[in-house]
């Protein structure tokens, strides 16, 4: 007789019990009217950026083409590039500020910092404040 085999051991993995994920951070509240204007100045500033950045992309790319690169044309653009990349980056930090959690501005880098934090989340630099390590 020709019996099937079955596998002495039908092992069962102990199930595992599925990780408790951690809780989400419950959602901020709908930002006020003032920070609507701030990210829709952002966005805009951000799609200048953008169109200027790939406008000096393509005019370099026409002058190198062309064997004949004008640096003072490039620069001029690249500065008017900085000037928007730096309110671009106002307006950013100015978000951030105004983000609930955020408690202050970092002494060594400028990046927001939330109240919990003891450390800067950018630059690790020590949040304690001077007066308090006084
Ligand atoms: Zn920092």
Do not use: W
């Not at 640096?71 to 900085?82: G, I």
């Amino acid at each position: 007789m020709n019996r099937p085999r079955i596998p002495e051991k039908l092992r069962q993995l102990p199930q595992r019990k599925p990780k408790e994920q951690p809780k989400a951070p419950p959602t901020a509240p709908a930002p006020p009217a003032e920070n609507k204007e701030l990210l829709a100045q952002r966005d805009r500033l951000l799609e200048k950026f953008t169109v200027m950045q790939a406008d000096l992309g393509g005019a370099f790319y026409e002058m190198a083409i062309r064997d004949h690169v004008r640096l003072d044309v490039l620069t001029r653009k690249a500065a008017e590039l900085q000037r928007v990349d730096a309110e671009l980056l106002a307006v950013e930090r100015l978000l951030e500020i105004e983000r609930a959690d955020a408690a202050g501005l970092c002494g060594s880098c400028g990046s927001p910092y939330g109240a919990a934090d003891r450390f800067c989340p950018q630059c690790g630099n020590s949040l304690v404040p001077a007066k308090a390590a006084a």
